[in-house]
């Protein structure tokens, strides 16, 4: 089936602005994750959902992000009154629950691009 | 704190060259270290592994793991210009529930 898809792929928008990134993981994976990465920087882990568990929220690097997943799906990521250090490229991934060890590959969307000016 | 540890962050060969990556890690409750490959934007799995001492291998790339020293290897032989990427290492913290990432090794492979 499709792999994880995000959107948008690239995103520009002013200091301050509100925007929301998009990830729909693949088909029956309950866990999903996001991640940021700054330009040469690894990748920075900021949230995750399993099923409909309350969200481990402790990656969040400041109150102006937030994210959400309805039905268990779908997942935005919102981040309110944007700054120029938020820009870097928004990851997401989903895996299937865990709970196995084999459950523990996850599966990279392609990104969102946030450029914030 | 949970740490992964990569080393070189950069290394630049030649054509027909083999690799050692190295990552080390600390972290509260060892689940399993998984290796990605990323080239553009999303990275792409390579291993994951959970068992000490048993080399998981694909084509020219193979890694194993040493749970007792805490780190893992990435070897990747006669190297190609297509495998130029950076090449991260990610271990499952069990009791936190999430991946802790290492910084990444850049490997450029020259003609």
């Known amino acids: 089936g499709a792999g994880v898809s995000q959107s948008p792929s690239n995103k520009v928008t002013e200091k301050g602005k509100d925007v929301e990134l998009r990830c729909d993981p693949i088909?029956?994976?309950?866990?999903l994750y996001w991640y940021r990465q700054s330009l040469g920087q690894g990748l920075e882990f900021l949230i995750y959902?399993?099923?409909?568990?309350?969200?481990?929220k402790s990656g969040l690097p400041s109150d102006r992000f937030s994210a959400e997943r309805t039905g268990g799906s779908v997942s935005t990521l919102t981040i309110q009154r944007t700054q120029q250090e938020d820009s870097a490229v928004y990851l997401c991934?989903?895996?299937?629950?865990?709970?196995?060890?084999?459950?523990?590959?996850?599966?990279f969307g392609p990104g969102t691009r946030l450029t914030v000016l | 704190e949970d740490k992964v540890v990569q080393s070189p962050l950069s290394l630049v060969v030649h054509e027909g060259d083999t690799v050692t990556l190295n990552c080390s890690y600390e972290?509260?409750?060892?689940?399993?270290l998984l290796w990605y490959k990323q080239e553009k934007k999303a990275p792409t799995f390579l291993f994951m592994l959970?068992?000490?001492?048993i080399e998981k291998k694909s084509g020219r790339l193979s890694s194993i793991l040493d749970k007792k020293e805490l780190f893992s290897i990435l070897n990747i032989t006669a190297t190609q210009t297509g495998d130029s990427a950076v090449y991260l290492c990610?271990?499952?913290?069990?009791?936190?529930?999430?991946?802790?990432f290492g910084p990444g090794t850049r490997l450029s492979v020259l003609p």
């Open positions: 991934a989903s895996s299937l629950p865990v709970g196995g060890l084999s459950t523990d590959t996850q599966y």
């Open positions: 088909s029956g994976h309950t866990a």
């Open positions: 959902f399993q099923g409909n568990s309350a969200p481990d």
């Open positions: 972290v509260t409750n060892f689940r399993s």
């Open positions: 959970t068992s000490s001492g």
């Open positions: 990610a271990v499952f913290d069990n009791y936190g529930q999430n991946f802790v």
